[in-house]
Protein backbone atom coordinates (compact mmCIF):
# COMPACT_ATOMS: atom_id res chain seq x y z
CA UNK A 1 0.00 0.00 0.00
CA UNK A 2 0.84 3.46 -0.20
CA UNK A 3 0.98 5.90 3.10
CA UNK A 4 2.24 8.82 4.51
CA UNK A 5 2.59 9.77 7.87
CA UNK A 6 3.00 13.16 9.58
CA UNK A 7 2.23 14.17 13.07
CA UNK A 8 -1.49 15.45 13.44
CA UNK A 9 -0.54 18.53 15.50
CA UNK A 10 2.20 20.58 16.82
CA UNK A 11 2.63 23.96 18.94
CA UNK A 12 5.72 26.58 18.69
CA UNK A 13 6.35 29.87 20.28
CA UNK A 14 6.43 32.88 17.92
CA UNK A 15 9.99 33.48 16.68
CA UNK A 16 11.39 29.74 17.04
CA UNK A 17 11.97 27.28 14.47
CA UNK A 18 9.52 24.42 14.08
CA UNK A 19 10.03 21.29 12.17
CA UNK A 20 7.36 19.04 10.64
CA UNK A 21 8.60 15.59 9.43
CA UNK A 22 6.89 12.99 6.82
CA UNK A 23 7.22 9.67 6.41
CA UNK A 24 6.50 7.83 3.12
CA UNK A 25 6.05 4.35 1.51
CA UNK A 26 4.92 4.71 -1.75
CA UNK A 27 5.13 2.54 -5.16
CA UNK A 28 6.86 5.00 -6.90
CA UNK A 29 8.17 8.52 -6.46
CA UNK A 30 8.52 11.27 -8.65
CA UNK A 31 9.13 14.36 -5.98
CA UNK A 32 7.53 15.61 -2.91
CA UNK A 33 5.81 18.72 -2.22
CA UNK A 34 4.84 20.22 1.06
CA UNK A 35 1.50 22.91 0.89
CA UNK A 36 0.20 25.10 3.66
CA UNK A 37 -3.41 25.19 4.14
CA UNK A 38 -4.99 27.78 6.39
CA UNK A 39 -8.24 27.16 7.71
CA UNK A 40 -11.14 27.14 5.51
CA UNK A 41 -8.87 28.52 2.51
CA UNK A 42 -7.37 26.13 0.03
CA UNK A 43 -3.96 24.45 0.22
CA UNK A 44 -0.89 26.75 -1.44
CA UNK A 45 2.59 25.39 -2.84
CA UNK A 46 5.16 25.56 -0.38
CA UNK A 47 8.08 23.87 -1.92
CA UNK A 48 9.14 21.15 -4.11
CA UNK A 49 12.01 17.93 -3.58
CA UNK A 50 13.33 15.55 -6.07
CA UNK A 51 16.43 14.88 -5.16
CA UNK A 52 18.41 14.18 -1.45
CA UNK A 53 19.00 17.58 -0.18
CA UNK A 54 18.00 20.91 1.63
CA UNK A 55 16.02 23.13 -0.37
CA UNK A 56 15.76 26.32 1.06
CA UNK A 57 13.38 29.51 0.28
CA UNK A 58 13.19 32.51 2.95
CA UNK A 59 12.34 31.42 6.29
CA UNK A 60 10.86 27.95 4.72
CA UNK A 61 13.55 25.08 4.08
CA UNK A 62 12.36 21.76 2.78
CA UNK A 63 14.41 18.55 3.34
CA UNK A 64 14.47 15.41 1.37
CA UNK A 65 16.00 11.90 1.79
CA UNK A 66 15.07 9.22 -0.70
CA UNK A 67 16.85 6.39 1.16
CA UNK A 68 15.00 7.02 4.05
CA UNK A 69 11.68 7.54 2.73
CA UNK A 70 11.57 10.92 4.37
CA UNK A 71 11.21 14.83 4.46
CA UNK A 72 11.15 17.43 6.53
CA UNK A 73 9.59 20.88 6.65
CA UNK A 74 11.70 23.72 8.11
CA UNK A 75 9.76 26.93 9.27
CA UNK A 76 11.90 29.57 11.10
CA UNK A 77 11.16 32.85 12.53
CA UNK A 78 8.00 31.65 13.17
CA UNK A 79 4.74 34.88 13.10
CA UNK A 80 1.46 33.94 14.37
CA UNK A 81 0.25 33.72 10.68
CA UNK A 82 2.13 30.40 10.39
CA UNK A 83 -0.72 28.93 12.00
CA UNK A 84 -1.72 26.62 9.71
CA UNK A 85 -1.99 22.68 8.60
CA UNK A 86 0.98 22.05 6.18
CA UNK A 87 0.52 18.68 4.06
CA UNK A 88 3.29 16.62 2.67
CA UNK A 89 2.72 14.81 -1.10
CA UNK A 90 4.25 12.44 -2.36
CA UNK A 91 4.18 12.15 -6.31
CA UNK A 92 4.09 8.52 -6.88
CA UNK A 93 3.70 7.13 -10.38
CA UNK A 94 2.65 10.68 -11.35
CA UNK A 95 -0.47 10.54 -8.75
CA UNK A 96 -0.29 12.36 -5.71
CA UNK A 97 -0.57 11.11 -2.51
CA UNK A 98 -1.36 13.20 0.32
CA UNK A 99 -0.81 12.89 4.14
CA UNK A 100 -3.45 14.21 6.43
CA UNK A 101 -1.41 17.21 7.30
CA UNK A 102 -0.07 18.48 10.29
CA UNK A 103 -1.49 21.56 12.27
CA UNK A 104 0.98 23.80 13.18
CA UNK A 105 -0.38 25.94 16.30
CA UNK A 106 2.01 29.26 17.43
CA UNK A 107 1.49 30.60 20.87
CA UNK A 108 2.93 34.09 21.61
CA UNK B 1 -2.70 34.76 -13.86
CA UNK B 2 -6.13 34.94 -12.52
CA UNK B 3 -5.60 31.55 -10.19
CA UNK B 4 -8.35 28.98 -10.13
CA UNK B 5 -11.78 29.91 -9.85
CA UNK B 6 -14.65 27.97 -8.07
CA UNK B 7 -18.33 28.10 -8.11
CA UNK B 8 -20.29 28.53 -5.49
CA UNK B 9 -18.39 29.38 -2.66
CA UNK B 10 -21.08 27.44 -0.75
CA UNK B 11 -24.03 24.80 -1.08
CA UNK B 12 -26.44 23.15 0.46
CA UNK B 13 -28.93 20.54 -1.01
CA UNK B 14 -31.31 18.32 0.85
CA UNK B 15 -30.64 14.45 0.73
CA UNK B 16 -31.35 12.92 -2.82
CA UNK B 17 -30.76 16.07 -4.75
CA UNK B 18 -28.47 16.68 -7.94
CA UNK B 19 -25.38 19.62 -7.53
CA UNK B 20 -23.09 20.66 -10.35
CA UNK B 21 -19.75 22.73 -9.27
CA UNK B 22 -17.45 24.51 -11.99
CA UNK B 23 -14.07 25.20 -11.86
CA UNK B 24 -11.96 27.16 -14.32
CA UNK B 25 -8.25 26.69 -14.12
CA UNK B 26 -5.34 28.67 -15.06
CA UNK B 27 -5.93 29.37 -18.90
CA UNK B 28 -2.58 27.93 -20.48
CA UNK B 29 -2.59 24.74 -17.48
CA UNK B 30 -3.40 21.50 -19.15
CA UNK B 31 -3.92 19.30 -16.01
CA UNK B 32 -7.28 19.86 -14.05
CA UNK B 33 -7.87 18.09 -10.71
CA UNK B 34 -10.87 17.37 -8.49
CA UNK B 35 -9.82 16.39 -5.13
CA UNK B 36 -12.78 16.09 -1.97
CA UNK B 37 -11.76 16.75 1.68
CA UNK B 38 -12.82 16.72 5.02
CA UNK B 39 -11.72 18.16 8.36
CA UNK B 40 -8.36 16.89 9.19
CA UNK B 41 -7.56 15.04 6.06
CA UNK B 42 -5.63 15.44 3.54
CA UNK B 43 -7.19 16.03 -0.15
CA UNK B 44 -8.53 12.88 -1.56
CA UNK B 45 -8.46 12.18 -5.54
CA UNK B 46 -11.06 11.90 -7.24
CA UNK B 47 -10.29 12.52 -11.00
CA UNK B 48 -8.42 14.51 -13.18
CA UNK B 49 -8.18 15.81 -16.99
CA UNK B 50 -5.66 16.12 -19.20
CA UNK B 51 -6.57 18.71 -21.62
CA UNK B 52 -10.38 17.26 -22.61
CA UNK B 53 -9.52 13.76 -21.68
CA UNK B 54 -10.57 12.28 -18.08
CA UNK B 55 -7.17 9.91 -17.64
CA UNK B 56 -8.32 8.53 -14.34
CA UNK B 57 -10.84 8.34 -12.22
CA UNK B 58 -11.00 7.16 -8.48
CA UNK B 59 -12.09 3.63 -7.74
CA UNK B 60 -13.43 4.77 -4.55
CA UNK B 61 -15.54 7.26 -6.94
CA UNK B 62 -19.21 5.76 -7.23
CA UNK B 63 -21.08 6.30 -10.31
CA UNK B 64 -23.55 9.46 -8.96
CA UNK B 65 -20.25 11.27 -9.45
CA UNK B 66 -19.26 12.69 -12.91
CA UNK B 67 -17.40 15.08 -14.11
CA UNK B 68 -16.73 16.73 -17.93
CA UNK B 69 -13.96 19.16 -19.14
CA UNK B 70 -15.30 19.68 -23.07
CA UNK B 71 -12.93 21.61 -24.41
CA UNK B 72 -10.31 21.27 -22.36
CA UNK B 73 -11.01 24.66 -20.35
CA UNK B 74 -13.49 24.98 -17.30
CA UNK B 75 -14.55 21.81 -15.60
CA UNK B 76 -18.08 20.66 -13.88
CA UNK B 77 -18.26 17.71 -11.20
CA UNK B 78 -22.01 16.53 -10.71
CA UNK B 79 -22.87 14.79 -7.92
CA UNK B 80 -26.48 12.99 -8.18
CA UNK B 81 -28.35 11.95 -5.77
CA UNK B 82 -26.48 13.41 -3.00
CA UNK B 83 -26.23 12.01 0.30
CA UNK B 84 -25.29 12.77 3.75
CA UNK B 85 -21.73 10.84 3.33
CA UNK B 86 -20.76 13.59 0.50
CA UNK B 87 -20.84 16.53 2.48
CA UNK B 88 -17.21 17.55 2.10
CA UNK B 89 -15.13 20.62 0.58
CA UNK B 90 -14.92 19.94 -3.32
CA UNK B 91 -11.23 21.07 -4.28
CA UNK B 92 -10.11 21.79 -8.15
CA UNK B 93 -6.74 21.84 -8.71
CA UNK B 94 -4.92 22.54 -12.07
CA UNK B 95 -1.01 22.25 -13.24
CA UNK B 96 1.19 22.57 -16.23
CA UNK B 97 2.20 19.62 -16.58
CA UNK B 98 3.13 16.33 -15.24
CA UNK B 99 5.06 17.00 -12.29
CA UNK B 100 4.47 20.45 -12.24
CA UNK B 101 2.81 21.83 -8.49
CA UNK B 102 -0.96 21.59 -7.82
CA UNK B 103 -2.71 25.56 -8.13
CA UNK B 104 -5.80 25.17 -6.24
CA UNK B 105 -9.11 27.01 -6.26
CA UNK B 106 -10.65 28.44 -3.06
CA UNK B 107 -13.19 25.49 -3.28
CA UNK B 108 -16.97 24.46 -2.78
CA UNK B 109 -18.25 23.89 0.56
CA UNK B 110 -20.92 21.28 0.00
CA UNK B 111 -24.00 20.44 2.96
CA UNK B 112 -26.02 17.60 2.43
CA UNK B 113 -28.98 17.98 4.96
Known amino acids: GQNIDQPTEMTATEGAIVQINCTYQ??????LFWYQQHAGEAPTFLSY??LDGLEEKGRFSSFLSRSKGYSYLLLKELQMKDSASYLC?????????WGAGTKLIIKP | DTGVSQDPRHKITKRGQNVTFRCDPI?????LYWYRQTLGQGPEFLTY????????KSRLLSDRFSAERPKGSFSTLEIQRTEQGDSAMYLC???????????FGNGTRLTVT
Open chain 2, 93 to 103: ASSLQNNSPLH
Open chain 2, 27 to 31: SEHNR
Open chain 2, 49 to 56: FQNEAQLE
Open chain 1, 26 to 31: TSGFNG
Open chain 1, 49 to 50: NV
Open chain 1, 89 to 97: AVNSNYQLI
